[in-house]
């Protein structure tokens, strides 16, 4: 039997299920599939995570987070690394990041012999610096907090 010994039971289960689940992914949660290898060896291709799109409502973004941004004009969301916060200086140096001069100790960072490098940079008073782990292949951008759709949850 398909619905039971009480069908109408079943469907308010059923009605309280659908309506939950619009909700966390209407509003809480956006499931997101990793497409290509700039997260590796954190975040591999063909993984789906969840990203938390509240994170940012209270507390901003810290740098280490893993976050989804989807940058202006754009339909696509990139999963990225957090690595420069407002008002720093950024530079990418042969795959290290550079924070106002100091060399950050990124044990997640996959660098082999020659990543790209880019000049110094100073955020805006709202401008993150993200970039993925794997620094071969990995696009980096100064973004606005407003692009930041949220943290992932695992």
């Known amino acids: 039997m398909l619905v039971g010994r009480r069908p109408a039971r079943t469907l308010a289960r059923l009605i309280v299920l659908i309506l939950v689940s619009f909700v966390l992914f209407k509003f809480l949660f956006l499931p997101i599939r990793v497409v290509g290898n700039s997260m590796v060896p954190t975040y591999h291709n063909g993984r789906i995570n969840l990203i938390y799109r509240l994170a940012f409502r209270w507390h901003t973004p810290k740098r280490g987070d893993v976050v989804a941004v989807q940058l202006d004009k754009s339909r696509l969301v990139l999963l990225k690394r957090v690595v420069g916060l407002p008002g720093e200086r950024v530079a990418v140096r042969a795959g290290h990041v550079a924070v106002n001069g100091r060399v950050l100790d ?11 490098s880019q000049n110094e940079i100073r955020l805006g008073a709202d401008e993150y610096f993200v970039i993925g782990d794997n620094r071969d292949i990995s696009a980096y951008y100064a973004v606005h907090q407003h692009e930041l759709l949220g943290k992932i949850v695992f």
Do not use: D, M, R, T
């Open 106 to 116: 990124e044990p997640y960072a996959k660098v082999s012999e020659s990543p790209p």
